[in-house]
């Protein structure tokens, strides 16, 4: 009974690449063509805030032993960031920021971050794009790979911008302007 569902299985998954010859789980590799590709800039702000009582960012995880108080080389904080069109936390939501920011400057601070972030206006609702970068924080100007996207971002590169807009070190909330080039 189980053999034969899984048989039934084989048929339907070969059925279904019917347009390449079902090599089991692979089909034949064939030339890539490439289709012409567009560029699309955008602009928004990112609101990163760990202090209060509903914080977009949180401290996951960090290292077990005694630093510098005002080291943080090893934590780990997940979020989930509102993007907006200026840099009033007010002004109209386009999208969030989700993923991971790690820091990983053992001398300097420095972040890696691992982040999707996702539109919900526009034409590129339902879009994001994919970042995973080195952040040198303590440059007010930075700058971000972009390394690939979902939706109409589908196979993204690009780079982002970045200019912090307001930090306050005590709490490790910040604005941070972004200027993002794509090419999808
Ligand atoms: C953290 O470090 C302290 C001191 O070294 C140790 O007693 C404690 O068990 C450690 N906690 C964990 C979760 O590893
Ligand atoms: C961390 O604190 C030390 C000692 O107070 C200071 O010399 C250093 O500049 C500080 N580093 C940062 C990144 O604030
Ligand atoms: C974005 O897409 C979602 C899902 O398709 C839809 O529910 C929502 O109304 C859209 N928002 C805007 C502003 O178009
Ligand atoms: C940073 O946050 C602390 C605590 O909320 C506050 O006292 C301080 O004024 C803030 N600094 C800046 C530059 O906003």
Not at 44 to 71: L, Q, Y
Request: hydrophobic share 40%; net charge negative.
């Amino acid at each position: 009974m189980e053999k034969s569902l899984t048989l039934a299985w084989i048929l339907v998954l070969c059925t279904a690449m019917a347009v390449a010859p079902c090599r089991g789980y692979y089909s034949d590799a064939k030339p890539y063509v490439p289709v012409p590709k567009k560029v699309t800039h955008l602009h928004f702000f990112m609101h990163d805030t760990i202090s209060g009582k509903h914080p977009s960012a949180v401290v996951v995880a960090h290292p077990n032993i005694t630093t510098a108080s005002n080291d943080t080389f090893g934590f780990v904080v997940v979020i989930d960031d509102p993007l907006t069109v200026g840099p009033d936390v007010n002004s109209k939501l386009i999208g969030n920021a989700q993923g991971l920011w790690v820091s990983t400057g053992r001398d300097v601070a420095c972040l890696t971050v691992y982040i999707d972030f996702g539109f919900m206006e526009g034409e590129f609702n339902g879009s994001s794009i994919s970042v995973f970068s080195r952040n040198t924080i303590e440059e007010t100007e930075r700058e971000l790979a972009v390394v690939g996207g979902r939706g109409k971002f589908r196979m993204a590169q690009g780079y982002a911008h970045l200019k912090t807009y307001y930090a306050n070190f005590t709490t490790g909330d910040a604005i941070v302007e972004y200027k993002v080039t794509v090419i999808h």
